[in-house]
């Protein structure tokens, strides 16, 4: 039956033949083609049989229709009428058969007799191909002739802009009566709309005519009266028109319907009447614009609405200049409050949620364009409205990280913040933040309330592997670079600790690893040691002062590294100042209450805290950032030498007396005065440069008065005058200045100075020497060479400034008695001489090694640090000379104990450990040897890690894997042995100590192989993986767990080497045979 009404569709929407072409003209061609298939129509209804069901159903359907007119002139309207008929008779057919499908589905016999193998059966409104494409045709044409020309001027898209067709179908439609348009318009729209009830007929009517059906109900509703017209809609109708295009609103795909609401709202008003301005979109009635921006409102307002937006105008886009602009100009529209809304304060709770929700979705070219409007329209919010972007956007945004603030365990829970929660909130801030790149002032400000948590949370994902880390680097760079100087170095005094340790977190709360890489706010256990809870805290801050200077190493391009340090060292001669003055002043408690006392010690408590606190800053500074960092520019070079002047000035009043000098503070003073003669000899200074050298004549013509050495006092006077006279005035010997050498008289005092020091310390000693019992003995160094009087000042300098040993001058004898010496100090350095001579291959050592081997074996066991030590480095040194038979040695003695008559057996796990320590040397020393001379070494070690002592354990596995990483290929027989081993260890293992020997093992070796370990390896690799992976989920020890992640990391490294290889562009030439 639905083929049969199809084929009687397709009868009324068929081509003519070759008749029409004989037709003067296009639109006597139409209106004879759209007569003569209505006639077919009607002819084959009544004549052909296969027809009769059809018949019958448009019969029953003309019943009803009171709209349907017989006496009709209108070829068009007639034509609309019979695909009308029919489509309600289809629209009533399938309705029928398919509530009857559905109790036949659903009935217990249809239920028994369906097998599993069987297909479901076939709904009945499921149309083929092309019957689809006969059904769009007379929509086609429904739409064409029945709704469009009855379309007021300006509602929808006229159909001569659809196609060159179209103006021909506008002729043909032409010349109705205003209550006819109205009546046909109402009629087309209700049959349509009846239609469409059916779900697989409302896809194929509103897939394409969704715009066409919205206009005709727009106008049908909402079209202002006019009052010269006779008949007009009823209220109950236009009612009716409004109930139904609000519940086709709320049906259809709201991006289909908020883009084909743009459309129906028309271009920008024309400047002029012209019909030619009407080349896009035209401009629409004032009433349709208002409507159909309140329905604009209403689907941004509602939930998702502001994604249905984006998709609407985004839909498709491929990223490019043009996708830009349009997210600027969404934003723009997203943020602007309409007109219709009842308060500002309302829209903007209802849409900036749904803006946070665009920062979240994961599809790739999505993700892009949403988080592309999202960042705009934040960004523009926060320059237009930040009392609402405060409220709604920036405070849900960064409600996580003010939670870390103030979290609390009064609940008992012991997760304040989860990790999906952080790592969501580190993303959309970098995402606004650093991304959208505006450094607006409200941006700044609620950033700073949250950078201390960013920079807790980055020094906790430095110890860690984290996806945080480069984001929370890239948002505390981002501050750092955008903000204000005086807010930055506010900044970063408040992250080093000078302005006090804030973390930045809850107390008794810190981050802790979460399942998915990111980081996690949990409660802290209570540390019940006083000792150990001290520790940590030192060690944290020490920690948070490295990672800062790491940050402030990545500023190259930035002055702010420079102004900080300079700013620290300003504050240093300031500290030097106050000091001088505490310490005149003497603290008088007598005159003060307890209450008082203790203030004023508290105080001064604190103010020396500070200064360590400095201290400690300023050293971290100078050793781990580079001078060309934090002295980049010549005025921050000014600025480095006019705290050094003052520093100097400050230090003149505290000296002690003309001949008691601090000679490095001379000689640092001195390096800085030609620092600053060096800038002065540039070529080309301008008068910036010396406008900012003005700034030390003041301390310059201080020490050219004060300072106690000619030399220094001359160099300050010609550089006072150079600065002062902007190099109009430059003294003979200038040049010299600048030179690395330093004046020879100056030079000669300086090392007399410390040598008259010590040899009156010396003198005054003597009779202290004289007073000690005769049974206590004082040894002096032989290497000091005992009266250095006639010493020329140059060989002084050298010898007190050298740390090199001086090379053995005595007989091999003499060194080998000494090292029998029970004074320890020259037993050490005979041991060190012995071992020079080892690696200098000397005769007489050579010869005498197994000497030379007792003794270091009998200096191993004894209690000092000093001699067992160098006995330590002695046999390090024969093994590396002797490697077959010392080594064999060795492995006795730390397999089975010392083998020495006179060891002590009761140290006998002390000296194994030592041994251990020298056989960890000795692989270390083999180098392309290893896989020669270690086979014996592993099996040593590997036998090791079954001793019964933990100490033995984890220092056999040390050992294996200082080994292991250099034996490369030499490592594939022993592979499956070694994983065996290290796993059982990992697995059964009850000492954390041995478990992170056992996982350092594994990362030495990942990271000694690099590229080979996929084919050392290949065997063992997924079962090192796997226990690696048991010991990050299983492991209790954090220590542990955090060597598993480190080699984890290396295996991840190794693999993604391997999977993508460095791309290298070369060419290769073979020679064939």
Known sequence: MTSAILSAIHILTKPLGDESAARSSHHEAVLAALRANRALLLEQLHSDTSFEEVRRLREEVLATADWFSIDTEDTTWSF??????????????????????????????????????????????????????????????????????????GVGV?????????????????????????????????????FSE???????????????????????????????????????????????????????YQPIVIKELLILQGGPKQAGGSSSSRAGLGSAPAWLRRLCGQLLSERLTQPNGVQSVVRAVLGGGTGGESDWRKCDGVAKIIVTCPQQSASADGYYRQVCPQ?????????????????GVASRAVLSMVQEKPSFAQLYLLTPLLAPLHRCNTASNQGHCQVAVEEWELTRCVEDVYKIWVVGN?????????????????????????????????????????????????????????LSGLQGQDSGLAQDFHFTPGSDGGARLCSTDICSEEDDALYEKVSAEQWRLECLMQLLAELKDSDLPGDFFLKLLQELSSWAEEEEEEDEEELDVSAMTLLQAEQSLQGRAESRGHRLALLQVLALMVETVQHTILLRKSTQVVGFIESLLQRACVGLDQAPGPGLENPVESQTLSMGMGLVATLLSGPQLSAEDYSSMSRLLPPLETLS??????????????????????GAYQPEDFNTYSQPSTNPKTTAKNNTGPLRKKQNMQTHESPLDRNLPSNTQIRHPASSGGDTTGLSPKDKGRNSGSSEPCPPTKPFSDWLLEACDPDVPTRAVALRALTKMVQNRNSEAVQAQ????????????????????????????????????????????????????????????????????VLMRASRAMGELAPHLGRPLVAVFL??????????????????????????????????????????????????????????????????????????????????????KWVVRSDPDQVTVLHAQLALEEVDDVMRRFIFPKQKLEKKIVVLP
Request: glycine letters at 4%; aromatic letters at 6%.
């Open 158 to 194: 006229p159909l001569a802009h659809r196609s060159a067709f179209g103006a021909v179908v506008e002729t043909v439609c032409g010349g109705a009566e205003p209550a006819a348009v109205r009546g046909r318009l109402l009629t087309t729209t209700n049959v349509l709309l009846q």
């Open 355 to 371: 803006i946070l929700e665009l920062l979240h979705f994961k599809d790739k070219l999505t993700a892009q364009q949403f988080q």
């Open 943 to 1028: 036998q090791g890690t079954r001793d019964p002592d933990q100490s033995v354990r984890a220092s056999s596995l040390s050992n294996l894997g200082e080994l292991c990483q250099r034996l490369d290929y030499a490592l594939g027989p022993l592979a499956q042995e070694l994983s065996s081993c290290l796993t059982a260890v990992i697995k059964t293992e009850k000492e954390a100590e041995v478990r992170r020997a056992a996982v350092h093992v594994i990362t030495l070796l990942l990271r000694g192989l690099s590229d080979k370990v996929t084919q050392v390896l290949s065997d063992v690799l997924l079962d090192l993986y796997r226990a690696l």
């Open 438 to 494: 505006s450094a607006s002032a409200s941006l700044l400000n609620a950033l700073e309330q949250v950078l201390p948590v960013i920079f807790t949370l980055f020094c906790f994902t430095k110890q860690n592997v984290s996806h945080l880390r480069a984001p929370c680097q890239e948002i505390v760079l981002w501050y750092l670079s955008h903000s204000e100087a005086p807010a930055a170095l506010s900044a970063l005094r408040r």
């Open 850 to 917: 197994e000497k030379v081997l007792m003794l270091f074996l009998e200096n191993v066991e004894h209690e000092d640090s000093f001699v067992y030590l160098s006995a330590i480095q002695g046999l390090a040194v024969l093994a590396d000379s002797f490697p077959e038979r010392i080594v064999e040695r060795l492995l006795k003695d730390f397999q089975h104990g010392p083998s020495l008559t006179t060891s002590d057996q009761e140290r006998s796990l002390e000296t194994r450990l030592k041994v251990g320590e």
């Open 198 to 252: 059916m779900s697989c007929l409302a896809t194929l009517l509103f897939t394409r005519h969704l715009g066409d059906v919205m206009a005709a109900l727009c106008q049908l509703a909402y079209q202002p009266r006019r009052a010269e017209e006779e008949k007009e809609l009823s209220a109950e109708e236009r009612q009716t028109c409004r109930d139904a295009l609000k519940s086709l609103l709320g049906k259809v």
């Open 80 to 153: 609309v009428q019979e695909c009308l008929l029919l489509f309600l008779a289809l629209a009533r057919y399938m309705s029928v058969e398919l509530e009857r499908f559905k109790q036949q589905t659903h009935a217990p016999t249809a239920a028994r007799q369906r097998t599993p193998e069987m297909a479901p059966p076939l709904p009945p409104d499921v149309l083929s191909v092309s019957q689809q494409k006969t059904l769009g045709a007379a929509l086609q044409f429904v739409v064409s002739l029945g709704l469009c020309p009855y379309l007021a001027t």
């Open 705 to 726: 008065q004060v300072h106690p050495e000619v030399f220094i006092q001359e160099l300050a006077s010609n550089l006072r005058a150079v600065i002062a006279t902007h």
